[in-house]
Each structure stands twice: as structure tokens, then as C-alpha cells.
């Protein structure tokens, strides 16, 4: 099987007057395969967040490799940009717009045919409330709404950090079904999140990230299993 997302070594110190050095990434590799609903698990401050903005060029490592579909990042970053959605912060959309206005607003600013638009709101189950203003969603459908803004260019990679932050068990079986759809059509997702019952259910594989290094790593009940009979130790809130 092919890898779409490779890390090795990857370190990153913060130095910051307020909050002195933290050594946020300490030699954290990651291995992601083709059409795989990845898990990335850790306590908050475990470095995911840092992982998934040094892997999108927001941040600069100060050591380690990177590899997004066999092309060394950041350098080819801008070639293989187009072929990754991204949602690494909670984007914010106005109240007053349906889910449609939204999606064709960014469409236009980024040359996406209009009939993405539809196909991306039927994907993410909006279609029957997208001409809704966003105010009148739930959290869960504002959630899928930033989903289907990084479905629009049809990524071969899809990055989502925390996407199923603070949804109900609904909420998050929808997100799940989803991920599911995304996965069957041959897309390959890494989703972060520091609760476990969300991982096990949404994802196939997972990495576990703690103090900014890799201890676990494989399918999910596998993993889980191991953890359970103490052969993998971290700490998760
Ligand atoms: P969360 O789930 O809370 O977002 P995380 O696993 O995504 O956590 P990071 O946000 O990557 O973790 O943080 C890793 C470590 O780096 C933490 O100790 C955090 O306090 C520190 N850190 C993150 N950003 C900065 C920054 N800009 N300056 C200084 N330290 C930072």
C-alpha cells in the first residue's frame, strides 16, 4: 500500500518570553495509507495541532521529513496543494448566509465549477437545509459545512483537526457516516481528537501522539487492545 502522508522525526521547539521553551514535537512520526480513516489521539497539548500546521506550511519544523502523496513537503507544497482540504481552525461563517451562499462564495474565489457546490452539499447531507441561513444549524451541521468547504477541490487528502469537538453521539454518527462516504470513494482522512470514543468510532487506523512522540501506532482495536493489557502507556483526558 502506498503512504499519502509521511512524518519522520519531526521536532518543533516553541520559545516564547510568556511561556518559555516547550518542546512541542520531539521526533513524532506518522505513516497514513491510501483511503484509510485515520485517527491522530492525544491529550490536549500533545503537539497534534502543531503536527497538522507544520505538515500545511503554517509553521516551520526545526527538524524531520514530511510527505503528502510521495512529494517531500513543504518545498512541493505548492503542487500538491490543490489535492488537499484542510480545516485546522474553526472557521467562522456569516450567520446570515445559507450553507449554499457559502459554499459558492468560496467555489468562485477558488475556481470551483458551481456544480461542485451540490455535489458537496448532498456529500455532507445539507442539501435539504441549504438554502437555511448557517445561524439556524446545529453545531454538527456547522461542522459538516466546514467539511464540505474542504471538499470542494476534491482532495485525494483530507485534514480535519477536531471535527467532532463537542458534538452529541448524533452528531457524531453523522460525522462518522460521512467519513465512511469519503473513505468508500477512495479519499484518504486524518481527523484529530483527544477523545477516544470518538476515534474508535470514526476511524480504521490510528496514531497516538503523547509529549509530542508517537507510542502507538496500527487499527484502532488492535491498538486499543494493546493499551487495555498496559503494552502501550498514555496518558488521555
Ligand atoms: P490541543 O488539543 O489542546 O490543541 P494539541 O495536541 O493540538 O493540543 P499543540 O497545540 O500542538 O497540541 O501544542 C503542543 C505544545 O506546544 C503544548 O505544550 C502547547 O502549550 C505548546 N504550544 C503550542 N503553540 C504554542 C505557541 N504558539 N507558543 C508556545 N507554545 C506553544
Known amino acids: 500500500m502506498s503512504a499519502v502522508l509521511e512524518i519522520e522525526g519531526l521536532r518543533k521547539t516553541y520559545k516564547s518570553r510568556r511561556r518559555g521553551v516547550r518542546n512541542a ?22 503537539g497534534k495541532t502543531t503536527t497538522l500546521r507544520t505538515l ?22 505548492p503542487t ?3 489535492q488537499v482540504g484542510a480545516i485546522v481552525e474553526s472557521p467562522q461563517f456569516f450567520p446570515h448566509f445559507s450553507a449554499r451562499d457559502t459554499l ?14 451540490d455535489e458537496v452539499l448532498e456529500l455532507v447531507g445539507l442539501r435539504d437545509r441549504a438554502d437555511e441561513r448557517v445561524k439556524t444549524y446545529s453545531l454538527g451541521m456547522k461542522q459538516r459545512l466546514a467539511v464540505a468547504s474542504a471538499l470542494l477541490k476534491n482532495p485525494k ?12 453521539p448524533g452528531g457524531i454518527r453523522e460525522m462518522r457516516t460521512l467519513m465512511r462516504t469519503l473513505a468508500e470513494s477512495g479519499m484518504t482522512v486524518v481527523l484529530s481528537s483527544h477523545i ?7 476511524c480504521d487506523e490510528v496514531t497516538i501522539i503523547s509529549l509530542g512522540r508517537r507510542v502507538a501506532a496500527g487499527p484502532v482495536e488492535q491498538v486499543l487492545a494493546q493499551h487495555s493489557h498496559g503494552g502501550v502507556r498514555v496518558r488521555l483526558d
Open 157 to 168: 487528502l483530507l485534514i480535519l483537526d477536531e471535527p467532532a469537538n463537542g458534538l452529541d
Open 196 to 202: 477516544l470514543g470518538e476515534i474508535q468510532l470514526i
Open 56 to 77: 500545511l506550511g503554517l509553521i516551520q519544523p526545526d527538524g524531520g521529513r514530511m510527505a503528502i502523496l510521495g512529494q517531500e513537503v513543504p518545498a512541493a507544497l
Open 80 to 82: 500538491v496543494a490543490g
Open 104 to 117: 459558492s462564495l468560496l467555489a468562485g474565489a477558488g475556481d470551483v465549477p458551481a456544480v461542485r457546490v
Open 25 to 46: 514535537l520531539d521526533g513524532f512520526d506518522m505513516r497514513v495509507e491510501a483511503g484509510q480513516v485515520h485517527g491522530f489521539l492525544g491529550p490536549n497539548g500533545s
